[in-house]
């Protein structure tokens, strides 16, 4: 029932941006936070941020802080991710993630995410 389509990957060159979207479906989007993680080869899927149901809350993790925003527009039931000042380090797969619960703040970890999007690969040149 619940879908996550996202959009915006790419290939840049080092300190290019780019801006992930991940539109979702099936439910009331805005009652729930919603996470961003990427995989790299041969790695562990990790957080890279994620945001409350309002907006009111965002975590980031240490490599991407000050680099990357999370941010959500809740009337197109879409959440963003502005990516800036790219390294090739932050090449991945890049997915969105929804909780199956409401009013829960962002986890940090997979498993507390049951929904998840595609992926968007994400390439980042030296």
């Known amino acids: 029932q619940v879908q996550l389509v996202e959009s915006g990957g790419g290939l840049v060159r080092a300190g290019e941006s780019l801006r992930l979207s991940c539109a979702a479906s099936?439910?009331?989007?805005?009652?729930?936070?919603m996470g961003w993680f990427r995989q790299a080869p041969g790695k562990e899927r990790e957080f890279v941020a994620g945001?409350?149901?309002?907006?009111?809350?965002?975590y980031y993790a240490d490599s991407v802080k000050g680099r990357f925003t999370i941010s959500r527009d809740n009337a197109k039931d879409t959440v963003f991710l502005q990516m800036n000042s790219l390294k090739p380090e932050d090449t991945a797969v890049y997915y969105c993630?929804?909780?199956?619960?409401?009013?829960?703040?962002?986890?940090?970890?997979?498993?507390?995410?049951?929904?998840w999007g595609q992926g968007t690969q994400v390439t980042v040149s030296s």
């Open positions: 993630a929804g909780p199956g619960t409401p009013w829960k703040l962002p986890g940090l970890v997979p498993k507390e995410y049951d929904y």
């Open positions: 099936g439910r009331t989007f805005s009652y729930y936070s």
């Open positions: 945001i409350s149901w309002s907006g009111g809350t965002t």
